[in-house]
């Protein structure tokens, strides 16, 4: 039987698997065996959506701010990039309908000053929620999705008495959560230290120079093949090299494309300060999927076509 199924349902909370995959990825950069542990840092993000019949919809997770030490702080120069994001959350008929924090390599439960918040946030909406997530729980468990969702017995008062509640990931299936496994080895090889953007760009840069002398390399072989080779020995030549080079490719992409993603998962004030600098890769990225492509076919075209 599943946790959630052991407790009261009423106000239940829906996550969209993209909020989930954000507050991993936040919470994971800055706690995981990459670093050690006494520099693990604590992430604080907000959660928004809207409620219906009861029920909480998390559509989106936005990470604010970490810090290392046993609670999290924001200043006030995050409280204005939050007033900014609610009116464009306002936008989209969203409003913030909790706060997510990490607690990495403890226990899931809310401090004193976690009742704090979360008063503020479940006097004026009663379905406010707190979700405290453990990343290392999801990493070293088998089956552990890694947090849990509290309301307060009594926002009104300060007491440190919170209750479980009952929560889904939607639109997920049986190899969901070796997906988000999956992503935090991408988080701890990606997201490293302060360079982000530098070690993707030279992870392009790499990757354009390799796959371009693949293909200028099959190329000058397969022109070179011409003088002397039939049409069927060239064309069986090109075959397997072409598969070979899209082989290649598509291990590396594989692998860029979620480096590129984990960009969407950046805390605001990156998120904000990079922005045309995150476009910019992606757009770069698109291109060079398609120049890959049609260089391929180029090669095609030149040799067969003077054939």
């Not at 520099?39 to 936005?62: C, F, M, P, S």
């Not at 609670?71 to 409003?95: K, Q």
């Not at 997510?100 to 000053?113: R, V, Y």
Request: with cysteine.
């Amino acid at each position: 039987m599943r946790l959630w199924e052991k407790v009261d349902a009423k106000g239940k909370v829906i996550l969209e698997k993209d909020a989930y995959h954000a507050i991993i990825v936040s919470c994971y950069r800055f706690a995981n065996p990459s670093i050690m542990k006494s520099k693990w840092a604590e992430v604080q993000g907000i959660l928004y959506g809207y409620n219906k019949d009861g029920i909480v919809h998390v559509t989106r997770a936005v990470p604010l701010a970490h810090l290392s030490s046993v609670a999290v702080e924001m200043d006030d120069n995050d409280y204005v990039l939050v007033a900014e994001l609610e009116g464009e959350m306002a936008s989209h008929d969203l409003f913030q309908v909790g706060w997510f924090h990490s607690h990495p390599g403890i226990k899931l439960f809310l401090s004193l000053e976690d009742v704090k918040t979360q008063a503020g946030l479940q006097a004026p909406n009663p379905l406010a929620i707190a979700l405290v997530f453990n990343p290392i729980y999801l990493m070293e468990r088998e089956s552990d999705f890694g947090f849990k969702i509290f309301r307060l017995d009594d926002p009104s008062t300060i007491e440190i008495k919170f209750h479980e509640i009952p929560w889904e990931i939607a639109g997920t299936g049986d190899g969901f959560l070796k997906e988000s496994k999956m992503l935090m080895h991408g988080v701890q090889r990606f997201l490293r230290g302060e360079g982000v953007f530098d070690t993707i760009q030279s992870r392009l840069d790499k990757t354009y120079k390799k796959m371009n002398s693949e293909i200028f390399g099959l190329k000058t072989y397969l022109q070179n093949k011409k003088k002397t080779a039939t049409t069927e020995e060239i064309f069986n030549s090109f075959t397997k090299h072409k598969a070979r080079i899209e082989k290649l490719f598509n291990k590396k992409r594989e692998s860029i494309d979620i480096q590129v993603m984990l960009l969407d998962y950046l805390e605001l004030k990156e998120m904000l300060q990079y922005k045309d600098r995150i476009d910019e890769i992606r757009e770069e990225w698109k291109a060079y999927k398609q120049t890959f492509t049609e260089l391929l076919m180029d090669v095609e075209k030149t040799i067969f076509d003077s054939t």
